[in-house]
């Protein structure tokens, strides 16, 4: 399962759950074509799933971590706040329950 495979799982697992208010792709920033996976725009949370962490993907060289550091920082610096997730940890149920845990906390 890739990243954007995992991201379409979560989404689901999201919608089972009854929570609402998430959305796929969201733009971010005003400039720049950055999107999240998935975020909920209300509680400024963002979940990023991270795929081909065991087999060299972009996010695990260098180019695309840079890359990856760039636009995390800039969505901090814009108030939101990102959850990083493998597909490991979505079809496990844990970033389901980390998801829920962050709502709770906001």
Known sequence: MNGRDGAAVLAQQLAWANHTGWQRELRFHPKRKWRFDLAHEALRLAVEVEGGVWRGGR????????????????????????????????????????????????
């Open 59 to 106: 996010h695990t060289r260098g180019a695309g971590f840079t890359q990856d550091c760039e636009k995390y920082a800039e969505a901090l610096i814009a108030g939101w706040a990102v959850l990083r997730v493998t597909t490991d940890q979505v079809r496990s149920g844990q970033a389901l329950s980390w998801i829920e845990r962050a709502v709770r906390e906001r």
